[in-house]
């Protein structure tokens, strides 16, 4: 049976060593002063910022994001020994062009993201998120109108908070996707469907992508209304504007403290394929030095109480592991073909 309560438990990360991208630490100087090891009078000088800016995009309530952004800051400040301010922008594309104008220089972001913050920004993607013991995830599709897109009986799991969770089409026992896909066949090009972010790849790229294998629709002609976040796209659905949406699995989980019947009101039918987790990357522009002091800093928070905490409550992320570029190359083929339909 499916684990009810999935975004709920909060693991330590295990101590991870992070491949080190060069740099000694010691003090750069500049022009015909001494150099330091390694460098030559070849070598141009990166002078890193005084303060930094880490930027995230809403998943849940937009006041409570702030409130737990400027913790995180605080926190990873703390352990970096550098202040951080943080930034929360109305969508991915608006983080990757604060990465690009260097307004931002520590982003958060999903994986279809994070490969645009290298390719159009310069961006170095250095740590992927970890939840449940693993580095992928995928979209679910859910709905208010189970008799039309379950294809089967709605199974009703309880919660240990005692809220209950509607699933069908074998979503309650898959622990990966994609799952539940002849229902996808019934959505026609006209159906309305709550979507998450124009940049969102469980909120868009992947779904939509599937749409178009499954149910051979025009991925750029769907009638969609992108919510602006995970727990806004559910709530469309709960409301009834619209009769089926996406989000990331089990994003239910952010909504139900307010709505303890939302696992009820929205009934999940089907899954994606696995799509890489979310991920941090830090401006290219910053000396190798500073880059993985971040990412060992971020980390080093992470193996924290508080920091695990701090680190559920934005993103519900369970641990940091360094960055596959090679599975992240799968995102980027998706938003490639994408772009091309």
């Given at each position: 049976m499916k684990r009810a309560m999935r975004w709920a438990a909060v693991g330590?990360?295990?101590?991870?060593?992070?491949?080190?991208?060069?740099?000694?630490?010691?003090?750069?100087t500049t022009g015909g002063e001494d150099m330091t090891d390694g460098e030559t009078s070849g070598e141009e000088t990166v002078e890193d910022p005084d303060t930094l800016v880490l930027g995230l995009v809403p998943s849940q309530e937009m006041d409570s994001l702030v409130e737990d952004a400027d913790q995180l800051g605080t926190l990873i400040s703390d352990e970096l020994g550098i202040p951080i301010e943080t930034t929360v922008t109305e969508s991915y594309a608006a983080l990757v062009t604060a990465m690009q104008t260097g307004q931002a220089h520590i982003g958060m972001f999903g994986p279809i993201a994070l490969v645009q913050a290298a390719d159009q920004s310069g961006a170095e993607i250095v740590l992927q998120s970890v939840r449940f013991g693993a580095s992928t995830y995928?979209?679910?599709?859910?709905?208010?109108?189970p008799d039309t897109y379950c294809l089967d009986e709605v199974v009703e799991v309880e919660n240990e908070d005692g809220s209950t969770y509607t699933f069908c089409n074998g979503t309650d026992e898959a622990e990966t996707g994609p799952a539940g896909e002849d229902a996808l066949a019934l959505i026609e090009q006209d159906t309305p469907i709550s979507m998450v972010d124009a940049s969102s790849a469980s909120g868009y790229y992947y779904p939509a992508t599937q749409l178009e294998r499954v149910a051979e629709l025009d991925p750029l002609s769907l009638?969609?209304?992108?919510?602006?976040?995970?727990?806004?796209?559910?709530?469309?659905?709960?409301?009834?504007?619209?009769?089926?949406?996406?989000?990331f699995d089990d994003a239910r989980n952010n909504?139900?403290?307010?709505?303890?019947?939302?696992?009820?009101?929205?009934?999940?039918?089907?899954?994606s394929d696995e799509i890489p987790n979310d991920g941090v990357a830090v401006a290219g522009d910053l000396s190798e030095d500073l880059q993985q002091r971040i990412a060992d800093a971020m980390v080093a928070v992470m193996e924290t109480e508080e920091g695990a905490q701090v680190y559920d409550d934005v993103y519900s992320i369970e641990g940091l592991v360094p960055a596959d570029l090679d599975a992240l190359d799968a995102a980027r083929q998706v938003e490639a073909n994408f772009a091309g339909l």
């Open positions: 330590a990360a295990a101590a991870l060593a992070l491949t080190a991208c060069g740099g000694s630490g010691d003090e750069e995928h979209t679910q599709w859910f709905t208010n109108d009638n969609t209304q992108f919510a602006g976040g995970h727990p806004n796209s559910i709530i469309n659905v709960a409301s009834g504007d619209y009769p089926v949406g996406v989000s909504v139900v403290e307010e709505n303890p019947q939302i696992g009820e009101e929205v009934t999940v039918f089907a899954y």
